[in-house]
């Protein structure tokens, strides 16, 4: 299996979008550590709102629950 790190800059590397939003994601839902799991969350928030996707509200949920935004 693929790690998340090896996915991460695959899709970067794509610029697959959608693939960022849900991968930032998994990875911030893989830490237990806060600062860290906010700083997937923050990076699946920016592109989700550049390529106006829906999930940018439950991801902007999420941060103002640890209050990020």
Excluded: N, W
């Excluded at 996915?7 to 237990?32: F, K, M």
């Excluded at 799991?37 to 989700?48: E, N, R, S, V």
């Amino acid at each position: 299996m693929t790690s998340l790190k090896d996915r991460l800059l695959a899709a970067h590397a794509d610029d697959d979008r959608q693939a960022l939003i849900a991968l930032y994601t998994e990875a911030a839902d893989s830490t237990a550590d806060t600062d860290a799991a906010c700083f997937y969350l923050t990076h699946a928030y920016i592109f989700a709102l550049e390529a106006g996707d829906p999930a940018a509200d439950g991801l902007r949920t999420r941060l103002k629950a640890h209050g990020r935004v």
